[in-house]
């Protein structure tokens, strides 16, 4: 697993939490002959069956994983990582647990970036917020031989991310997604989880995936449990493929043992290559 070629990581919550966040992103890095990595807390078996013939409650922790699966194989990355917990439940994870797992990965990936939530999650998940608490403490933790030492061996060695980036919402994008001029909402068990959107001058790194805008919306086909099949997303509507939402993908640097960006950065790579 080891390597010293340009390696990227993502740590999501669910088996879809990459397709519209970062889906462009984890293919074009790929495309580029980086080594791409997705590792993901849960199987998703918490999510609404939107195709019944599709799975069971039973065996939607199975299917989702297929579908994440065939998503990865879609982006040109490796297969998915999984930390094993239960959909819905992050919060009252074993915190200690949930973040030696994570370290432990990263120490034998070893990547130079790693990408997460926000301490929004987007729009405000808890699943999402424990995943950007454990991503945001892994990364002051993996190079620190006092923690997690049991771990250490010749597969798993100390090691510094150079980057950390939360994918996040600009304001403007956000306001296209509103249906009626209102805040836009996912409705979870009957609650209104609000998007949250960031000002322009708050996000440092804007990657164009333009070009991977057909491997992103492919990507997000592959969840199908989840999206259905009437879905805006089945075959390949241009208007999608073109709305700036879509193909722009944006973050917020938010830690970096390298020079830090004076501009705007459309490479999450930069200062390391
Ligand atoms: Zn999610």
Known sequence: MKSTRLTLMAFFAHPDDEAFGVGGTLAKYAAQGCDVYLVTATRGEAGEIAVPDLATPANLPYVREQELRCACETYGIHPPLFLDYVDGQLPIVHQGQAVGKLVRIIREVRPQVLISFGPDGIYGHYDHIAVHRWATIAFELTADPDCFPDQLDSACELHQVSKLYFRVLSEERLAALSEDGGPAALMMDGV??????????????????????????????????????????????????????????????????????????????????
Not at 226 to 238: H, K, S, V, W
């Open 192 to 273: 209104p989880f609000y998007l949250v959107g960031r000002p322009r001058e708050e996000i440092t790194t804007v990657i164009d995936v333009t070009d991977y805008a057909e491997a992103k919306l492919r990507g997000l086909q592959c969840h199908v449990s989840q999206l259905g099949r009437d879905t805006p997303f089945a075959d390949t509507p241009e208007e999608v493929i073109r709305a700036p939402w879509f193909w722009e993908e944006t973050f917020v640097l938010a830690h970096s043992t390298v020079a830090w960006p004076q501009e705007v950065e459309t490479d999450l790579f930069a200062g390391l290559r």
